[in-house]
């Protein structure tokens, strides 16, 4: 979702409506390797700074320790939880405790973004990541701040999606309760309100019945709560 230094311009006019008045945002930047994060976290400053202005600041949970890390999160009054290894990131929030908080804190109103990994952990729990298993969690259960599971980086060409498809068309044969919303690259699905409006690029919705592709600009009926 970013052209460099900056969020991709499909995605802009969500990501300022999402963000609208914060300026103070927690990166969670776990699913990144560590030496990975300085430059993630400098390439987020210069994004946010361009989306929201010089007076935002954007600092990664990376910078301190265990109790400044809770603290950030007490404070920010937006998250942004950047992409990566799935299994990294949730092990990593689940070990810390930063996980109940995130959730606590977005459940009363601070704004939650977040891109491949970090959308992966939005959601009820982990089911359709098209990440390797690099690290051990207690449970795939997840944030579950979104009310559906995602797989995020869906194809669209015909190969490739036919092959995800299936995969997802799997996971639903012995998942059939489930639902997967399927993000292809810089798409934006917002939760706000309680309604899900897809809001930028394309998406898909799978459920063990079929599965259609969805329209920016839609309320998405199927995950209405």
């Known amino acids: 979702m970013m052209n460099g230094d900056r969020f991709a311009d499909s995605v802009l006019a969500s990501m300022r409506a999402h963000y609208a008045g914060r300026t103070a945002i927690a990166l969670v930047l776990h699913a990144s390797h560590p030496t990975e994060r300085d430059a993630m976290e400098l390439r987020l400053?210069?994004?946010?700074?361009?989306?929201?202005?010089a007076a935002v600041k954007a600092e990664s949970l990376h910078r301190r320790d265990a109790a400044g890390a809770k603290e950030l999160l007490r404070k920010a009054d937006a998250f942004?939880?950047?992409?990566?290894?799935?299994?990294?990131?949730?092990?990593?929030?689940?070990r810390t405790g930063q996980l109940e908080l995130i959730r606590a804190r977005v459940?009363?109103?601070?704004?939650?973004?977040?891109?491949?990994?970090?959308?992966?952990?939005?959601?009820?729990?982990?089911?359709?990541?098209?990440?390797f298993p690099?690290?051990?969690?207690?449970?795939?259960?997840?944030?579950?701040?979104?009310?559906?599971?995602?797989?995020?980086?869906?194809?669209?060409?015909?190969?490739?999606?036919?092959?995800?498809?299936?995969?997802?068309?799997?996971?639903?044969?012995?998942?059939?309760?489930?639902?997967?919303?399927?993000?292809?690259?810089?798409?934006?699905a917002r939760l706000h309100g309680g309604?899900?409006?897809?809001?930028?690029?394309?998406?898909w919705i799978y459920r063990a019945s079929g599965?259609?592709?969805?329209?920016?600009?839609?309320?998405?009926?199927?995950?209405?709560?």
């Open 134 to 188: 690099t690290a051990e969690v207690v449970s795939r259960g997840a944030l579950a701040i979104f009310p559906t599971v995602i797989n995020p980086h869906h194809p669209a060409a015909k190969a490739e999606f036919a092959a995800r498809g299936g995969k997802i068309g799997t996971y639903l044969k012995f998942n059939p309760e489930e639902t997967v919303l399927g993000l292809g690259n810089a798409a934006i």
């Open 80 to 94: 942004f939880v950047g992409g990566g290894e799935t299994f990294v990131l949730l092990g990593e929030l689940q």
């Open 45 to 53: 400053q210069k994004a946010f700074a361009h989306l929201l202005g």
């Open 107 to 131: 459940l009363v109103g601070v704004p939650y973004g977040g891109s491949s990994a970090g959308a992966n952990v939005a959601g009820l729990r982990i089911g359709t990541t098209n990440d």
């Open 211 to 225: 599965s259609r592709e969805l329209v920016a600009g839609e309320w998405v009926a199927e995950l209405a709560r």
């Open 195 to 203: 309604r899900v409006m897809f809001a930028a690029g394309r998406g």
